[in-house]
């Protein structure tokens, strides 16, 4: 089961600029830990966005950006794009459960 | 470049056991932890197990404690994950994925393979 929590869906015109939220509590994201996003487009797998909270990996666009306080998280998409309609999910480490947590999933329509 | 392909995924019945394999390449295997996640159709991902570079570190998500194995062999650069005990929960494409450290703590999955889809019916 998920422990991080993000909006079920996010939309936004051409252009715009959304965000997607992402809760967590003191055992994870307020521990401390890096949170990472992950793209993942329609019947394809998951695809590494943004690492250590605010990174990107070479060949993702600075349209995206990452960012954390406290116990969330938040990715921002800027000058949205139609490629960008996908899910997105975070992911943090937990040390309540000493292992791996992502998020419940946020569908972004363009 | 990295390269990780799944096999061995199909439908089983409950209780049954299944033996899914990675194969990598495109870098050097036996330097990174790797780990395995899940994702039931439409639903969200799930962490499954991961491994450390020489297999000294293992741990699983609770949800498969004592019922899946993971295992590597350095020698033929694979990846291997142990299904016993089967339940319909598990059905979920699994991926294999990569991170950039030796270490399975603090990582994060910086490669994934295309997954395979265990389905878990009667």
Redesign the interface.
């Known amino acids: 089961q ?1 422990v991080l929590t993000q909006p079920p869906s996010v939309s936004g015109a051409p252009g715009q600029r959304v965000t997607i939220s992402c809760t967590g509590s003191s055992s994870n994201i307020g521990a401390g ?2 949170v ?1 996003w ?1 793209q993942q487009l329609p019947g394809k ?4 966005l943004i ?2 909270t605010n990174n990107r ?1 070479s060949g993702v666009p600075d349209r995206f950006s990452g960012s954390k306080s406290g116990t969330s998280a938040s990715l921002a998409i800027t000058g949205l794009q139609g490629e960008d309609e996908a899910d997105y ?1 975070c ?1 943090s ?1 937990d040390l309540s ?9 946020t569908k972004v329509t363009v | 470049e990295v390269q990780l392909v799944e096999s061995g995924g199909g439908l089983v019945q409950p209780g049954r056991s299944l033996r899914l394999s990675c194969a990598a390449s495109g870098f050097d295997f036996d330097d990174f932890a790797l780990h395995w996640v899940r994702q039931a159709p439409g639903k969200g991902l799930e962490w499954v197990a991961g491994v450390n570079w020489n297999s000294a570190t293992i741990t699983y998500a609770a949800s498969v404690k004592g019922r899946f194995i993971i295992s590597r062999d350095n020698a033929t650069n694979s990846l291997h994950l142990q299904m016993n005990r089967l339940r319909p929960e598990d059905t979920a494409f699994y991926y294999c994925t990569k991170g950039p450290y030796s270490s399975i703590w603090d990582e994060y999955f910086q490669h994934w393979g295309q997954g395979t889809l265990v389905t878990v019916s009667s």
């Open positions: 998920s830990f890096g990472q992950y797998a998951p695809r590494l690492y250590d990996p999910f992911q480490d459960l000493r292992g791996y947590v992502f998020g419940t999933g």
